[in-house]
T-cell receptor, first 114, second 113 residues
């Protein structure tokens, strides 16, 4: 198994600003993912973070709004750019090993945009 | 990936077995059934997965019907700490580039003292 931590755990931001969320895994994982979970809703995949190359975004999510980095097998960042109140959500990082059998999740970052 | 249907909520008495159903009538032959749960204010946690045989681990048992169109997650002795939203997901195992999980709304299980 892997233990995933995220920073910050929560933040309150002003509209028009950007926030970078960090995701650290305690062991190497093959795949890393970023999800969004809006209040009372299920998880929606934003993108797959690829090591050393551009992330793969899901429909409805673009790199300009959610730039992602993954410099190595244990670390990734997600930036929420030019934020608006609609970006208020919980952002979750996850990772999986080579078998892709199970995904491990971080505790999430609760973002509020005023 | 096949779609799943779960009841929105269930109650269970502490110490009793919790049986959470899931319908996946359009599941294909190479799709597995996965179960995750999300305790309030935490990230989801993997529970168990299976293809067609029943599976058991330290957390739960997974019973899959012979036609694979439905399954049941069983928590044999539910505790208050099992109160969570439980997600049933079907997905190709080791699916190459199609590894993403499609999350529904799950079942909100309340374990009562």
């Amino acid at each position: 198994s892997a233990v995933i931590s995220q920073k910050p755990s929560r933040d309150i931001c002003q509209r028009g600003t950007s926030l970078t969320i960090q995701c650290q895994v305690d062991s190497q994982v093959t795949m890393m993912f970023w999800y969004r979970q809006q209040p009372g809703q299920s998880l929606t995949l934003i993108a797959t973070a690829n090591q050393g190359s551009e992330a793969t975004y899901e429909s409805g999510f673009v790199i300009d709004k959610f730039p992602i980095s993954r410099p190595n097998l244990t670390f990734s960042t997600l930036t929420v750019s030019n934020m608006s109140p609609e970006d208020s959500s919980i952002y979750l990082c996850s990772g999986s090993g080579a078998s892709y059998n199970e995904q491990f999740f971080g505790p999430g970052t609760r973002l509020t945009v005023l | 990936d096949a779609k799943t249907t779960q009841p929105p909520s269930m109650d269970c008495a502490e110490g009793r077995a919790a049986n959470l159903p899931c319908n996946h009538s359009t599941i294909s032959g190479n799709e597995y059934v996965y179960w995750y749960r999300q305790i309030h204010s935490q990230g989801p946690q993997y529970i168990i997965h299976g293809l067609k045989n029943n599976e058991t681990n330290e957390m739960a048992s997974l019973i899959i019907t012979e036609d694979r169109k439905s399954s049941t997650l069983i928590l044999p002795h539910a505790t208050l700490r099992d109160t969570a939203v439980y997600y049933c997901i079907v997905r190709l195992f080791n699916a190459g580039n199609n590894r993403k999980l499609i999350w529904g709304l799950g079942t909100s299980l309340a374990v009562n003292p």
